[in-house]
């Protein structure tokens, strides 16, 4: 079976990182747990806040690994002498990934009841256009005998 792809185009050159991106970040929006916020703050930062109830900082870890900020938890298992009427408090381990663009840094993360935020800034975005020269092709490039490279 072939496979689709937007990235197709003969016009979109160079995408086949971006693409795999986009799939990873496809697969991994389809988790749901543990349940997160992505906030905007008003210095232009983003705000990554995971419920995480049940666990402590010393049972998270976050890392980038590459272009992705990656969120673990897990703890010790319990003891298997405790018997529920109902369990629904989630402890198990989880893995969250996310993937960032380019330039994205993570600035700050911190615990506070049940909850881990992790602060990340965007670059800012500069607009600039960049001159290509064009060369003519009417006449060969030169050889400088002395040191032996083409002169253009």
Avoid: C, W
């Amino acid at each position: 079976m072939t496979r689709f792809s937007l990235f197709d185009s003969p016009f979109l050159l160079g995408f086949d990182q971006f693409e795999r991106t986009l799939d990873r970040a496809t697969k991994a929006a389809n988790e749901g747990y543990p349940p997160y916020n992505i906030e905007q703050l008003e210095d232009g930062g983003l705000r990554i806040t995971l419920a995480v109830a049940g666990f402590d900082a010393t049972h998270l870890n976050v890392a980038i690994e590459g272009n992705e900020l990656v969120i673990e938890g897990g703890q010790k298992e319990e003891e298997e002498n405790r018997k529920f009427h109902y369990h629904g408090i989630a402890t198990r381990k989880f893995q969250r990934r996310f993937v960032l663009a380019e330039g994205i840094e993570v600035t700050d993360a911190s615990y506070d009841n049940g909850l881990l935020h992790i602060d990340l800034v965007r670059p800012s975005v500069d607009d600039r256009v960049r001159k290509v020269t064009i060369r003519e092709n009417r006449t060969p490039p030169t050889i400088d005998v002395r040191s032996e490279k083409a002169a253009v």
